[in-house]
Each structure stands twice: as structure tokens, then as C-alpha cells.
């Protein structure tokens, strides 16, 4: 028997409960109070049995979709507009409301502590007590507090006329692990993308020279990444929205077409044949990538 709880009956309008007693038309399969149904001595949907249609429960009412609407809420911590009906940053998570504080997940600092910028640092911090834990590429990891910033200053510059607070502007997500990343790209000149993979940095001509141990076919990100790079390099537009859209579109084909390979490297290669027929996850995590920096 299906479960009508919830459900409102058609003729009282009250939802059923665990424990009615419920009468179902035997044409349509309309659900009923037992009370209600002998009150109106026959079902009410005639128009379903000239048809000979069954009787089907209302759709539920569907969510509000949080991208229709206004994002007039500024994050008082990184300044990120949020949905009106938001609670939390969607990108610090520190809390909208301003109060109560205990929900923000933040803390207030005690005891004068300096941060990784200079400032004041956030109680239980470790800042200006002992070192913070490092990332491996040079950022800090804040035991207590969240840093959207993985402790880069946003006043640092990465590029001429580009600060590390304007690429977190463009990069939007997982902050906290992009700019360690892109400061050791900096400082290295290099692009460490996986384990035995080491692509030079690109020098202004767009020359992109690869030199890794994963290739196209191997089943890894390179499937997506190795594409991207080639239509980047090869794009001839002056516009950065077509370069972007060009990188994802190819990236998009790579992690479709790794559905066809066998995994060589990481975990996946002791599944051997068992991988053909999905998409590697690495190529797909680029792909989305790149669709993200393609969103305008």
C-alpha cells in the first residue's frame, strides 16, 4: 500500500496522517478519509474516469533556486555578494546576520596576537604563540580559523597591476588552496600539477613546451589539461571570455574522451579495463575548471 502521509485528502483538504483510515477509488486510485469518501458517496474526479486516467499525488512545491536571486548581501569579512535569503558567505562561510556571533566560524581574537598579515590574529590562531601549520605550497593552515586566503596578503601582487585580492575575486572557490598555489607558481616559475608532472611556466608568446611523465590517453587530468592548453595557445581572439570558452570547450572533449582509455596511473590503474567507460576524475575536475573560468 502506498504512504499517503502528508497528502492532503481532496475533499477535506487535511493531510493524512500515520494511522488513518484511508479509502482509495478503485478506478483512479484517488486516496480518501474514510469519512469524507461516504460523505460524497462516490469519487470526485469524474473527468479521470472518462479519461481512464490515474489519480496522481501533486507535485511538491519546488525550491527557490538561490542563482534567481538578488545578491545584495556583502560578506562583512571578504566582501563576496550573497543571496538575499542567505545565512553564511558561500565562500568564507562567516556568518550574515552578524549575530550570533558563536555561528560565524571565525573567532575574536584574545590577547593581541599578530596575523599573517600584520593585523590582529583570531583566538586559537596559533599566530604570535608558534608557527601555524604549512601547506605544501607555502600557505598557512590556521588550526581554528578559516583563512580564505590561505594566508596570501591580499595586497600582495602576483602579476603587474594584479594583486592575489583580485585573483581570489576571479577564482571565487577554494581560495584557501588557489593562492598558496599560485604564490609558489610565482616565486618558482614552476607548475607542479601531480606527482612526476612538471610543466615550465607559459612565457608571453603562449609557447606551452610539456614535459611529463602522464600524456593524453593515459587517463589522468593531463586528458583534459594537455587539450586546454593547446587550444589556449592556439587561440588567436584578443578577447580573455573566447580564450577562456575555447580552454573549456577543449578540456570538456579531453575528460569525455578519457571515458574510452585505460587508467595508467594513481589508484585506478589495479582496476585496468574495469576504468573504460568512465570519465578519469582528474581530467573531469579540470574540465570543471576551466568551466568555471569561462563563466563570465
Not at 175 to 197: D, H, I, W
Not at 218 to 246: H, R
Amino acid at each position: 500500500m502506498l504512504d499517503y502521509t502528508g497528502i492532503k485528502c481532496p475533499v477535506c483538504g487535511v493531510p493524512f496522517r500515520s494511522g488513518d483510515d484511508i479509502v482509495v477509488c478503485p478506478e483512479c486510485g484517488a486516496p480518501y478519509h474514510r469519512a469524507c469518501y461516504q460523505e460524497k458517496g462516490a469519487c470526485i474526479f469524474d473527468d479521470l474516469h472518462k479519461e481512464g486516467k490515474e489519480w496522481k499525488p501533486p507535485a511538491p512545491p519546488q525550491a527557490p533556486d538561490p542563482r534567481a536571486e538578488i545578491k545584495d548581501q556583502e560578506c562583512p569579512v571578504c566582501g563576496t555578494l550573497n543571496g538575499h535569503s542567505a545565512l553564511f558567505c558561500n565562500r568564507c562561510g562567516a556568518s550574515l546576520t552578524g549575530e550570533p556571533r558563536q555561528y560565524n566560524n571565525t573567532a575574536v581574537n584574545q590577547g593581541g596576537a599578530q596575523g599573517p598579515y600584520g593585523g590582529a590574529a583570531q583566538q586559537g590562531s596559533g599566530y604570535g604563540a608558534y608557527p601555524p601549520p604549512r601547506t605544501g605550497f607555502g600557505g598557512t593552515v590556521p588550526p581554528f580559523a578559516f583563512d580564505p586566503m590561505g594566508g596570501v596578503s591580499p595586497a600582495e601582487v602576483l602579476d603587474t597591476g594584479v594583486s592575489f585580492g583580485d585573483a581570489s575575486k576571479l577564482v571565487k572557490q577554494n581560495t584557501a588552496y588557489y593562492m598558496p598555489v599560485f604564490r609558489y607558481m610565482k616565486q618558482t616559475g614552476k607548475n607542479t600539477l601531480e606527482r612526476g608532472v612538471e610543466v615550465p611556466a607559459v612565457d608571453h608568446e603562449k609557447k606551452w613546451d610539456f614535459t611529463a611523465t602522464a600524456k593524453v590517453g593515459d587517463k589522468t587530468m593531463m586528458d583534459a589539461l594537455i587539450p586546454a592548453s593547446q587550444a589556449i595557445a592556439a587561440y588567436s581572439g584578443s578577447d580573455e571570455a573566447g580564450l577562456f570558452d575555447a580552454a573549456a570547450q577543449a578540456a570538456l572533449q579531453g575528460a569525455e574522451a578519457s571515458k574510452q582509455f585505460v587508467s595508467k596511473f594513481g589508484r585506478a590503474k589495479s582496476y585496468g579495463e574495469q576504468t573504460i567507460g568512465t570519465p578519469d576524475a582528474g581530467a573531469a575536475s579540470m574540465a570543471y575548471f576551466f568551466q568555471g573560468l569561462a563563466r563570465p
